[in-house]
């Protein structure tokens, strides 16, 4: 008579289905307004990069014959990206100015 004990496979794939599980559990020391005012910072570079790229191609107009200038509607296309992104990257460092480091993150 034959005995197949398959208990020792199944708790070693439990263990290790387990420590899989365990890894994306990982504990942070980042508070929700923290990660929001990195988001917030992130967001307004980015807008600000847009803003520059826009300004950076309406300047280029100037160089091609025959080509409109930017007028009307398209100008509100600057202060949308520059403002917004400006006011986006003041805002996340708001929030992420209680971020200090160290253990005790008081002042």
Not at 3 to 23: A, D, F, M, P, T
Not at 44 to 68: D, S
């Amino acid at each position: 008579m034959i005995i197949c004990n398959h208990s020792s496979r199944e708790n070693n794939l439990y263990i290790s289905l387990s420590s899989i599980v365990n890894v994306n559990k990982m504990a942070t020391n980042l508070k929700m307004h923290e990660h929001f005012g990195l988001l917030l910072v992130f967001l307004g570079a980015t807008w600000l990069g847009f803003g520059l790229y826009g300004t950076l191609l309406a300047a280029n107009r100037l160089l091609l014959a025959n080509v409109p200038l930017i007028a009307g509607k398209e100008l509100l296309i600057f202060p949308i990206f520059y403002g917004l992104g400006a006011l986006m990257l003041v805002f996340g460092k708001i929030e992420l100015r209680e971020a200090l480091p160290g253990k005790n993150r008081r002042r």
